[in-house]
Nanobody, 123 residues
Framework: QVQLVESGGGLVQAGGSLRLSCAAS????????AAWFRQGPGKKREFVAA????????YYADSVKGRFTISRDNAKNTVVLQMNSLKSEDTAVYYC????????????????WGQGTQVTVSS
């Protein structure tokens, strides 16, 4: 069992930065791959970034590559999404997720989800 809670969302001006944090409970969290997804107004939930349980590899959606960075600290059961150079199109509810599958970009492959945190980027 894994429980995830996101925090760090808020309102930021275009070009600014935000750091989202995902706090996980469960002693087996370090064995799960972790990811961030987002869902903007009127849009489907989309993949943002993922990191393997070993933190040896990270994957990013093309839309955020070079601007966002995903990291994890298994000792603290924490996954972080550092978002820089934010754009208005980044406005969405951001969700942290965990999966036992390797390197998936599909939301259907993730077993555990946080409640989401709102990120709003003003122009």
């Amino acid at each position: 069992q894994v429980q995830l809670v996101e925090s760090g969302g808020g309102l930021v001006q275009a070009g600014g930065s935000l750091r989202l944090s995902c706090a996980a409970s469960g002693r087996t969290f370090s064995r799960y791959n972790a990811a961030w997804f987002r869902q903007g107004p009127g849009k489907k939930r989309e993949f943002v970034a993922a990191i393997l349980w070993s933190a040896s590899n990270s994957y990013y959606a093309d839309s955020v590559k070079g601007r966002f960075t995903i990291s994890r600290d298994n000792a603290k059961n924490t996954v972080v999404l550092q978002m820089n150079s934010l754009k208005s199109e980044d406005t969405a509810v951001y969700y942290c997720a965990a999966s036992s599958l390797h390197g998936s970009r599909s939301s259907a492959d993730y077993d555990y989800w946080g409640q989401g945190t709102q990120v709003t980027v003003s122009s």
